[in-house]
């Protein structure tokens, strides 16, 4: 079984930081791509920033310049340092891996809410 975890969710004013930090644990052979995802009610899941095994990141055009995603091989873990938080970055936000344990599967966090707010 793989589990992801994550934390670092909360309660930010505009132009605050936070940082998200997600571990996958659990019989795990490799990872491929690791990153984060953002949800809001009624809407679809979109991608936030995402990094290959190597850590070349890919970020939605809302996250670039502001956020930072960066993974560690050897812990099995992703970060995502948000910085200058705008109140359109509320959401809940699932740490995702394309994890292979018996097989390739993508694999999800249970996710951390994120609110920005004065």
């Known amino acids: 079984q793989v589990q992801l975890v994550e934390s670092g969710g909360g309660l930010v004013q505009p132009g605050g930081s936070l940082r998200l930090s997600c571990a996958a644990s659990g019989s795990i052979s490799r990872i491929d791509t690791m990153g984060w995802y953002r949800q809001t009610p009624g809407k679809e899941r979109e991608l936030v920033a995402v990094t290959n095994r190597d850590g070349t990141p890919l970020y939605a055009g809302s996250a670039k310049g502001r956020f930072t995603v960066s993974r560690d091989n050897a812990k099995n873990t992703v970060s995502l340092q948000m910085n200058s938080l705008k109140p359109e970055d509320t959401a809940v936000y699932y740490c995702?891996?394309?994890?292979?344990?018996?097989?390739?599967?993508?694999?999800w966090g249970q996710g951390t809410q994120v609110t920005v707010s004065s």
């Open positions: 995702h891996g394309a994890i292979h344990s018996s097989r390739w599967e993508d694999y």
